[in-house]
């Protein structure tokens, strides 16, 4: 398999970089690890994943579901096909998002079905299972499905039974590539001053490794490069290797990264719909060319998993060669792109579409929220209440910033005041029905009902207590929290109760003999 040189282990000789071994291992460690490289924390997922991105996104498709029925086609549903939606929290936070904005417009539009898909069976059973996402799939708005972005060429929809093959489709797919390209293998080419030389690349790891095991530790992988001349067209595609060409005259001393494979994808989605398909992408990247200038050889990114920067420039390029319709940032983004690539024969007429892409991305999008969040997060212990709501607010009243502001708020909560404690009534709501069940080292459902019983809201915190326990199970503490709330409610026959079964099923917790001598008569 290797060669040892002391504390370093060749694992594989020269490739091509998109050929390399280390693609393989990323997809395996997504294989092996199913949903717990999101539920354990090991891979980050809040950044493209929260509540303000997916109502960014809910913006858009509405607006061209808008677009789309404004051209009269109302009756046949729009495909929405998220690629790599890993633990569907992305998915929630659009539907929520997205029903809210149909149901408050009268505008005539054609219903949707939203495609869950990835190539690992862990997180499709676990799609399946979510209780969160039932509504969805039983009304038909979502599906579910395998799809591997480079080598599927149909779509086998599991809840429908429906099976789309290329040209079925008569309206145009929407495809949600969200923190996926950069996932998808690359190949990289260096140009000086006007010369280009094809990047390969050797992998070695100083991971300790038996014989006849392959590499785990993906953080430990090295990559070692050599250069050869590009004396010929690389591609078959005459549109890619137009774009190679084009990058001698464009920089003068970079390694640019020519995504070949997200081509492929695009165009084996574009091949399952008569009228083509939308891209709403977002990743980290850049998309103009002087950003692109004296990029060093690239680096692995390690999250539990590996990425790359995507090269939105190429993609973009490739969309306006193939006759399509960009929308890219006006602005320089300082982490986060917002990409709209329209595959579409008449982009320019998705007026709806750009002007929503106005106000989501250029006005102020995901990348400036990220930047702001930063900025609010070293200052919160000198927040007050209402800075923490209105950030609760700007955030679409995401769950992961409640939990980050949450200490704040309990030091906050002793002297609320009459109108923060009906707005905090209302703001806590909002967040649990942003949430999405997925970390489960954090309890929600407890920690809201614990500020609606502080607040004296005590039928909500029971409510609240009681979706806990029918989420995540009863716990000792648990019944020592539904105890107190039936007794402020004057419940006494399930106050009664709930310690008696408190008792027998913790019965060396110590804080049920609290309740014993509070008063049922008071």
């Not at 997205?98 to 079905?113: F, K």
């Not at 095991?213 to 290797?241: C, G, S």
């Amino acid at each position: 398999m290797s060669e040892k040189n002391q504390n370093r282990t060749e694992l594989e000789g020269t490739k091509r970089f998109s050929e390399s071994l280390f693609w393989s291992l990323n997809r395996k460690y997504y294989e092996d690890i199913g949903i717990d490289a999101w539920q354990s924390g090991a891979v980050p997922h809040h950044l493209t994943s929260n509540s303000m991105v997916g109502l960014t996104y809910a913006k858009l498709i509405f607006s061209l579901l808008t677009d789309i029925g404004r051209k009269g086609n109302i009756t046949e549903p729009v495909y929405i096909l998220e690629l790599g939606a890993g633990h569907g929290k992305l998915a929630y936070h659009v539907l929520v998002h997205l029903d809210r904005l149909i149901d408050e417009s009268q505008r005539p539009m054609p219903p949707y079905c939203y495609i869950l898909s990835d190539i690992v069976e862990n997180n499709l059973e676990f799609f399946e299972q979510h209780h969160q996402l039932q509504p969805y799939l039983q009304s038909g708005k979502l599906d579910i499905a395998y799809f591997d972005a480079i080598e599927s060429n149909v779509l086998d929809l599991r809840v429908s039974k429906k099976v789309i093959h290329p040209s079925s489709l008569n309206q145009p797919m929407i495809a949600l590539a969200n923190y996926f390209f950069d996932s998808l293998p690359i190949d990289v080419f260096l140009y000086r001053q006007g010369e280009v030389e094809e990047c390969l690349v050797s992998v070695s790891t100083t991971e300790q490794i038996e014989d006849g095991k392959e590499p785990v530790q993906l953080e430990k992988l090295e990559l070692n490069y050599n250069l050869v001349p590009l004396e010929k067209d690389r591609y078959e595609d005459a549109i890619i290797n137009e774009i190679v060409n084009d990058y001698k005259s464009q920089v003068f001393n970079s390694f640019i990264f020519i995504p070949e494979l997200s081509i492929k994808c695009i165009d084996n989605l574009k091949s399952l719909s008569q009228n083509g398909v939308i891209f709403l992408s977002m990743d980290k990247g850049f998309h103009e060319i002087h950003d692109l200038e004296n990029t060093p050889a690239p680096k692995l990114v390690n999250h539990g998993s590996i990425s790359l920067s995507v090269n939105y420039h190429a993609l973009s390029s490739y969309c306006l060669k193939s006759n399509g319709t960009v929308m890219m940032p006006e602005a320089s983004t300082f982490y986060l792109e917002l990409a709209c690539m329209m595959f579409v024969n008449d982009g320019e007429d998705y007026f709806e579409t750009k002007a929503t892409y106005q106000q989501v991305v250029n006005d102020f999008g995901p990348d400036d929220y990220n930047e702001f969040k930063g900025f609010f997060y070293k200052h919160i212990a000198q927040t007050n209440l209402q800075e923490l709501f209105g950030f609760l607010r700007l955030s679409a009243y995401d769950s992961t910033i409640f939990i980050h502001i949450l200490p704040r708020i309990k030091q906050l909560i002793k002297e609320v005041t009459f109108n923060e404690r009906r707005r905090m009534h209302q703001t806590m709501n909002k967040v649990w029905a942003n949430h999405y069940e997925l970390d489960l080292k954090f309890d929600v459902a407890l920690e809201i009902g614990g500020i609606m019983y502080d607040l004296g809201f005590y039928q909500e915190a029971l409510n609240f207590y009681l979706k806990s326990s029918e989420i995540r199970g009863i716990s000792a503490m648990g019944y020592y929290n539904l105890a107190l709330c039936y007794y402020q409610l004057r419940e006494d026959k399930y106050f009664s109760q709930t310690l008696i079964d408190a008792k027998s099923q913790f019965p060396d917790f110590e804080k049920y003999d609290q309740l014993l001598q509070l008063d049922l008569l008071a």
